[in-house]
């Protein structure tokens, strides 16, 4: 028989798990992330890759110059930021975060994240796989009640972390749209969008890829039922404020229309004019774990870097779920041209001129963006933007000048 988180004694074994020794390991992941954000000016760690060997990364260099021709035919706006080794060698912002209010998009602005926020939600899951309180192989139906019998046992954590759950996409349904602009708070949105994932339950054979933000939502609520904490207390206290994401969070509609630093989605319509999604009806309430975190190109940086040197988990898990694991089609995985195309546990692997690099790429309208990492050189680089012109060509053009022999 299934077992659902209803149960009790299953509810304290999975929680005991995160008692004093969770509480010491977030305090200690608390310091560590403050301690990077202070350290902007430390020095590459010895033996790195100089970033004089990549003289294209440089400003004024060969990506520089592309970016700001982009921003000056008005294809893009955005930031776009390169690090080699957590220090920034190359940062640049263009165009407009609020076009009414007359606010520029500059180094402090938070773009959504779309996307690249599964890089998140995997991330604290990593965390609980761990801990011992979430294995690959629990069903659906150990954690959250009322999906079918079908989803309930055959749906795995593994499944929802590689796209081949079977479930869909939650903000296409008509369940979730009809009445999106009247939620008021995040608990309203929060239970609208299960309403909806479960009404339309698996779409999809499971095991096949078959892209999802409803199974990453389900994630997210997978980490509030085995922790006890809504997953946005959860992902503040233990992944964006240990990695020293200071400007990172998931806003809120009338934040949005309020904060200074929030940039506005300027979606395309035709006939190619552009205009304000967050002022929209459009706009969701708040944004979860598939896609809607807030963030700087900075804190992007320091959230690679806090991965690289475990400090939010240990190697051996960040490589396990930056692995690539299933092959999507191009379409489902967009991602620019290369070698191979692999979607692991909430990353994006590619292998580009014979050289492993993750990350996450984001699009929606009014939103377009790209984490990637390159391990073998030490680089980081981020694109964000409040336009949905694609940045596949930045990002192409970032990667040949990354992997071509120094």
Excluded at 25 to 47: E, I, K, N, Y
Excluded at 210 to 220: A, M, Q, R
């Amino acid at each position: 028989m299934t077992r659902t988180s209803s149960d009790p004694a299953i509810r304290l074994t999975r929680r005991s798990l995160l008692g004093a020794a969770g509480v010491s390991l977030a305090a200690g992941q608390l310091a560590a992330g403050t301690a990077r954000a202070q350290a902007a000016d430390a020095a590459p760690a010895p033996g790195s890759t100089s970033p004089d060997a990549f003289p294209g990364m440089l400003p004024g260099g060969e990506l520089d110059q592309f970016v700001r021709e982009r921003a000056e035919r008005g294809e893009f706006s955005g930031t776009v930021m390169a690090a080699c080794q957590g220090i920034p060698v190359l940062h640049r912002t263009y165009g407009m975060a609020n076009e009414a209010e007359g606010i520029r998009n500059d180094a402090h602005t938070r773009f959504d994240l779309a996307s690249v926020t599964k890089c998140i939600t995997a991330t604290a899951v990593a965390q609980l796989v761990r801990r011992g309180a979430i294995q690959f192989t629990d069903p659906l139906g150990a954690f959250l009640g009322g999906f079918s019998r079908e989803a309930s046992e055959r749906v795995t954590v593994h499944h929802l972390l590689t796209h081949s759950s079977g479930f869909g996409d939650y903000s296409q349904s008509p369940a979730y749209q009809r009445g999106a602009a009247s939620r008021a708070s995040a608990e309203e949105e929060w239970q609208a969008t299960m309403a909806a994932i479960r009404a339309a339950d698996l779409e999809h054979a499971t095991g096949g890829f078959h892209y999802s933000n409803s199974g990453f939502f389900l994630l997210g609520a997978i980490i509030r039922e085995v922790t006890g904490l809504d997953y946005y207390t959860y992902v503040r206290d233990h992944v964006l404020r240990p990695a020293g994401m200071t400007g990172s969070a998931f806003l809120t509609r009338p934040e949005l229309g309020s904060d200074p630093t929030a940039a506005h989605a300027y979606y395309t319509q035709p006939p190619g004019e552009r205009a304000d999604l967050t002022a929209s009806e459009h706009q969701a309430f708040i944004g979860g774990p598939a896609t809607g975190l807030y963030a700087t190109a900075t804190d992007l940086v320091r959230f690679a870097a806090a991965l690289r040197d475990g400090s939010l988990v240990d190697d051996a898990y960040v490589q396990l779920f930056t692995t690539g694991k299933l092959a999507g089609t191009r379409d489902e995985i967009p991602v620019p041209p290369c070698q191979c195309v692999l979607y692991g546990y909430g990353f994006i692997e590619s292998i580009v001129s014979h050289q492993a690099v993750w990350g996450h790429t984001g699009s929606g309208p009014g939103k377009a963006c790209n984490l990637s990492v390159y391990p073998e050189t030490g680089w980081t680089t981020v694109v964000l933007s409040n336009f949905d012109t694609p940045v596949k060509d930045i990002v192409a053009l970032e990667q040949r000048l990354l992997t071509q022999s120094p």
